[in-house]
């Protein structure tokens, strides 16, 4: 069943157009992901889509039953409702249902109409249909649906009664989303779901959108992500839109096997249009000739070239050097306490970082993260315990909420002031290889948009050299082919790295220590965050164990003193009567064995090679039962000497 079409559809701003000929199409349990530059028009695209903005031609059908949810990128929940109560509105219409089956349960228990078969016949039969719908309508689970979701979200029952208007931002945004998945749409459309996520929320909402019922349409910059969920990916690019199967790792393998190809015929082509157009040249003013050329001019002239597969789209092109080298101790991290304002938010942290070491920071979020990587680089003081910073240490700090740039600078006076007696030619010269050329240079950083501000900052932090790069979340705010420069710089940065991230994808091209941290201290894997997850697995599982272990002890029941007495005794017992009963054997055995070794002395059985043979087997086997026999007898009697000992 098709959820929705898309067909022919043109946007435009002004003279800047957006969107050109899109066809998209998405059925039922489609997982469908919308990947591109930023500002290639994804956001846009989804706007449309969902009504919230117009377009200039084409069509979109979306069937009158289907039920479409929509959550706009950087969108939070506003209410004056407690969490629990927004939650709740929702499902008003069961509610409603359940409480005209609480009224009727309180007619069918009044005696005045017990008394009434006819009005009780009635009543029973509405009551017996009105269950059965509100059980159908999922009456009975959707206070539990909603605790499971709001836990996946990270609130939990003591965050229930409080303000939605008391939250933070990143709180009432995955507030939003979680009232959006319990909407449970026909057509979920989701713009960067992923931001303000943690790593184990982020896994969770993996887990949840592979079982969803419905269709699914993403917009996300998150590769692991994408990977996870989506089958289908439309990539935007140029204002048209492209559709590969499979997910985000497929559609890069069969994009590049695209892009080989027109690249070859785009290549063929051109060389059939220099041919064309040196023969034009060449023959266009001989007589002889020049209707030749004329012709051929026509063939050049209505012929549709191919354009280049590279197009116009350009690429930031950066990497990241160091002034000097630092020492092979670059920073030691004791027993450090880090907190705001003297209140602390994680202790016991203990941490080690040698020369080039690439290590990432993961934990959930409110856990001290970005507040460890400021107390590091001395934007806030250490609460306790001590940091040691290694020989010729030069520090370069990525913040991801930009503070550190200057709202009211252009983009040229922001690295100019930084770096005087450098020419306006070669800031500008930098500047274009974070994607900043023209006017853009005298943009006012306040109205650049994230990603911008991002290139810019990076831009920045590449022109310091330093020797150890201190990043927060560095890929926020990136397209994806910007955030792919940014780990092909990193992984040929000589330096060290420390750093915090969200993106799964990243961590594990870059990282080659994971350090978890808890809100009561650190722990180091070795490793890249595959192998993290590996290893937390196989930590979990065995402490499930040992805690198995450690209850199954303590449900034994303890034996006393006299149990203890009773049961030697018994056994002892049992070892005295089996001995004796192996002795009887034995000396059975023992007299088989000298009637067998009497018969084969007897000259006429001696003589007889069919009677030897028998005898002898029996004889074999008699003296091996005796043996095995004996050995038992043996250990019985240890065992009883050590009883009685």
């Not at 039969?125 to 996946?152: C, I, P």
């Not at 943690?198 to 699914?216: F, P, R, V």
């Not at 005796?626 to 043996?634: F, I, P, R, V």
């Amino acid at each position: 069943m098709i959820v929705l079409q898309v067909n022919q559809l043109y946007k435009s701003f002004a003279t800047d157009e957006i969107l050109s000929g899109v066809k998209l199409e998405v059925q039922h349990r489609d997982r469908v992901a919308l990947v591109g530059r930023n500002g290639a028009g994804k956001s846009t695209l989804l706007k449309i889509i969902a009504g919230q903005m117009s377009y200039d031609s084409g069509e979109i059908i979306i069937p009158k039953d289907v039920k479409l949810g929509y959550l706009e990128q950087h969108s939070g929940l506003e209410s004056t409702l407690s969490i629990w109560g927004e939650m709740m509105t929702i499902f008003a219409p069961l509610r409603n249902q359940e409480k005209k089956l609480r009224e009727l349960e309180q007619k069918m228990a009044d005696p005045s109409v017990y008394e009434n078969p006819e009005t009780y016949n009635r009543i029973m039969a509405e009551y017996d249909q009105l269950q059965h719908d509100f059980k159908d309508a999922g009456g009975y689970q959707y206070e539990a649906d909603t605790r499971s979701v709001l836990h996946g979200m990270q609130f939990y029952p003591e965050d229930y009664d409080k303000l939605i208007s008391s939250l933070s931002g990143g709180q009432r945004t995955r507030l939003a989303l979680a009232k959006l998945l319990l909407s449970n749409p026909d057509l979920l459309i989701l713009d960067e779901p992923t931001n303000h996520l943690d790593i184990e929320t982020l896994s969770w909402l993996e887990n949840y959108l592979k079982g969803y019922d419905g269709a699914i349409l993403i917009v996300s910059h998150d590769r692991y992500f994408l990977d996870q969920v989506v089958s289908i990916v439309y990539e935007v690019s140029r204002h048209q839109v492209t559709k590969y199967v499979g997910n985000y790792s497929a559609y890069l393998e069969e994009k590049a096997k695209n892009y080989e190809r027109d690249l070859k015929l785009f290549e063929r082509e051109q060389d059939e249009k220099a041919k064309l157009e040196a023969f034009i040249q060449k023959n266009i003013a001989r007589a002889s000739t020049t209707k030749m050329a004329q012709s051929r001019r026509k063939v050049l002239e209505r012929t549709q070239w191919m354009d280049s597969p590279d197009g116009d789209e350009r690429s930031a092109n950066f990497g990241f050097t160091i002034e000097r080298q630092s020492g092979n101790d670059v920073l030691s991290i004791d027993d450090l306490t880090i907190g705001y304002q003297g209140e602390t938010i994680s202790k016991n942290i203990s941490m080690r970082l040698f020369r080039e070491d690439r290590i990432a920071l993961v934990g959930p979020n409110g856990v001290g993260k970005s507040t460890l990587l400021k107390t590091i680089v001395k934007d806030l003081p250490i609460l306790h315990g001590d940091i040691r910073y290694g020989a010729n240490i030069q520090i370069g700090y990525y913040d991801q909420e930009q503070a550190k740039l200057t709202g009211n600078k252009t983009v040229l006076l922001e690295l100019w002031d930084e770096w005087p007696l450098m020419t306006e030619k070669d800031i500008r010269t930098i500047l274009g290889r974070f994607l900043f050329s023209g006017d853009d240079v005298s943009k006012p950083v306040h109205s650049l948009s994230g990603g911008e501000k991002a290139r810019l900052a990076l831009a920045k932090l590449m022109m310091q050299k330093a020797n150890l790069l201190v990043l927060d979340e560095p890929t926020n705010h990136l397209d994806l082919d910007s955030k792919e420069v940014l780990e092909n710089a990193l992984i040929d940065y000589p330096g060290t790295l420390l750093f915090v991230s969200h993106d799964r994808y990243f961590i594990n091209r870059i990282a080659t220590k994971v350090v978890e941290m808890s809100s009561d201290g650190s722990f180091e894997y070795l490793g890249d965050y595959d192998y993290y997850l590996e290893k937390k697995q196989e930590l979990q599982e065995l402490a499930e164990m040992k805690a198995q272990t450690k209850e199954t002890q303590a449900t034994t029941p303890v034996k006393t003193t006299s149990q203890i007495d009773k049961d030697v005794k018994k056994r002892e017992r049992q070892i005295r009567r089996t001995i004796e009963e192996l002795e009887k054997n034995m000396a059975t055995l023992s007299e088989l064995i000298a009637q067998i070794e009497e018969k084969l002395c007897d000259p006429d059985i001696f003589r007889d090679h069919e009677k030897v043979l028998v005898l002898q087997n029996d004889l074999d086997n008699a003296k091996l039962e005796h043996d095995e026999k004996e050995l038992q007898w043996l250990e019985l009697n240890e065992e009883l000497e050590n009883i009685n000992s």
